[in-house]
């Protein structure tokens, strides 16, 4: 099975503050990661997929990235909505995996 | 609007069976592939089973693999989830969600609580 092993476990930062989430694949998965964020006591939403692309109605302060098998989540401008656990998702192979989960707090 | 309501929930003792239920709404059902999340009180998302539109495609976690049987009715936009041989470990919150034009969960429902006691 492919690992995701996704950093920090949990954050604390300032609104207007940029954060990024990491997720580190244990073998190559092309550009089949997508990003979800949940929110407290709500469903998981879809953020980014295949790597680098926006979900419809995301903001654009939400992006994605790769560097080989490292996949980042970047939030700018963080704003106060902005607080709940962020999962990364490998699609490329089954079983398909998430990663660990990052909560995030605003201070 | 796209909706997923799941149902079928409850209170079940190790080793029986229950089946859930996901009624979908707001897009063609019969167009998309379809999954079946968990997630255990306080822990991180575990995807379970995904169907293929047509029902030609199916897959499943080791964890779930010989118990549990994911299955669909196109005619009734209805995705069911048949769980047997339960165990304490399969409590959980179960969401169902579409996978999109590239397969990922694009939206996902409220999510069902099973809870596996004795």
């Known amino acids: 099975d492919i690992q995701m092993t996704q950093s920090p476990a949990s954050l604390s930062a300032s609104p207007e503050e940029i954060v990024t989430i990491t997720c580190q694949a244990s073998?190559?998965?092309?550009?089949?990661l997508a990003w979800y964020q949940q929110k407290p006591g709500k469903s998981p939403q879809l953020l980014i997929y295949?790597?680098?692309s926006l979900a419809d109605g995301i903001p654009s302060r939400f992006s994605g990235s790769r560097s080989g098998t490292q996949y980042s989540l970047k939030i700018s401008r963080l704003q106060v909505e902005d607080t709940g656990i962020y999962y990364c998702?490998?699609?490329?192979?089954?079983?398909?995996?998430f990663g660990g989960g990052t909560k995030l707090e605003l201070k | 609007e796209v909706q997923l309501v799941e149902s079928g929930g409850g209170l079940v003792q190790p080793g029986r069976s229950l089946k859930l239920s996901c009624v979908a709404s707001?897009?063609?059902?019969?167009?998309?592939?379809m999954n079946w999340i968990r997630q255990a009180p306080g822990k991180g998302l575990e995807w379970v089973a995904y169907?293929?539109?047509?029902?030609?495609?199916?897959y499943y976690a080791e964890t779930v693999k010989g118990r549990f049987t994911i299955s669909r009715d196109n005619a009734k936009n209805t995705l069911y989830l048949q769980m047997t041989s339960l165990r304490s470990e399969d409590t959980a919150l179960y969401y169902c969600?579409?996978?999109?034009?590239?397969?990922?969960?694009?939206?996902w429902g409220q999510g069902v609580m099973v809870t596996v006691s004795s």
């Open positions: 073998q190559d998965i092309g550009n089949w």
């Open positions: 707001g897009f063609t059902f019969s167009n998309y592939g």
């Open positions: 169907i293929s539109s047509g029902s030609s495609y199916i």
């Open positions: 998702l490998q699609r490329y192979s089954n079983p398909w995996t």
């Open positions: 295949s790597a680098t």
């Open positions: 969600a579409r996978g999109g034009s590239l397969g990922d969960f694009d939206y």
